[in-house]
């Protein structure tokens, strides 16, 4: 599948609706001048490919189809100004250029929680405020989740993952919905996809040592098949065999950033 983004020279890219290649898209690095991106008022988002962290942000802005300019980041040979966009040199960070400045806002969570509010249309987090903080604690619990599944990628033991997932088994099943938003994809749903869409990459990893039980995860393994089939999903959605070439590279001491760039 190919991450939905029109092609644009210069390190960027422009959001879409429709999926295209992202050939000839590569990731700035140290040295590179800024992008050449219209002064078009339309965001930017600083990013990089495999960070399962900037995928939120991009799965937020498909999903309320917010239009966007993607500068995918080289997160090992830095470029200079970045560090003017985010003194952390860290990304996701999200420029807004209409804002006097203009500001740019870090951290996933955050920044998805601002595109919520400013953009009203197709909201992703619940309307009702105590169904609000609920979903909240729910993403805030999933940080022990993220630290068992690195930890998973790494060779380490399966088990603290699969048990961290048997919350967001349970949630699913007593809510009795296709998707933790509902009857459509909300807020929980998008920030915990990053991680199971990265079932599969765990899969390819370990081998034989791989052990996801359908049968103790029934319903997160039919929300997983049906979070598939979103479509802003499919715009980012990478397939395993990519994402794990990328940490072998990573493990070698020669990330390759532009994995997914093609010759025209």
């Not at 960070?51 to 991009?58: D, E, I, K, T």
């Not at 955050?110 to 249309?121: G, S």
């Not at 009857?183 to 990893?205: A, F, H, N, S």
């Not at 479509?231 to 990328?246: L, P, R, T, W």
Request: charged letters at 25%.
């Amino acid at each position: 599948m190919s991450n939905g983004r029109h092609l644009a020279k210069g390190g960027y890219s422009s959001s879409s609706r429709g999926p295209v290649s992202l050939k000839g898209i590569e990731s700035v690095f140290v040295g590179s001048p800024i992008p050449d991106v219209p002064e078009d008022g339309i965001l930017r988002l600083y990013s990089m490919r495999f960070c399962p962290f900037a995928q939120r942000v991009h799965l937020v802005l498909d999903a309320k189809q917010i239009p966007y300019h993607s500068i995918y980041i080289n997160l090992t040979e830095k470029p200079d100004w970045l560090f003017d966009k985010n003194p952390q040199g860290k990304v996701p960070a999200l420029e807004l250029v209409r804002e006097p400045g203009p500001p740019v806002l870090t951290e996933s969570l955050l920044i998805c929680e601002y595109l919520d509010e400013q953009y009203p249309l197709r909201p992703l987090y619940p309307r009702d405020p105590l169904k609000k903080v609920q979903e909240r604690l729910l993403i805030e619990r999933f940080n022990s989740v993220l630290g068992a599944f690195f930890r998973a990628s790494d060779g380490g033991d399966l088990e603290p993952f699969w048990c961290g997932l048997d919350t967001y088994e349970k949630e699913l099943s007593r809510r009795c919905t296709d998707f933790f938003g509902g009857e459509q994809t909300g807020i929980l749903d998008y920030m915990i996809w990053p991680w199971c869409e990265r079932l599969d990459l765990l899969k390819v990893q370990r081998g034989d040592d791989y052990n996801f039980d359908e049968r103790r995860f029934p319903q997160l393994s039919q929300w997983v098949e049906r979070m598939k089939r979103d479509s802003a999903v499919m715009a980012f959605y990478m397939e395993a065999e990519v994402q794990a070439e990328f940490l072998r590279t990573r493990s070698a001491g020669r990330p390759n950033y532009n994995l997914l760039v093609k010759e025209a």
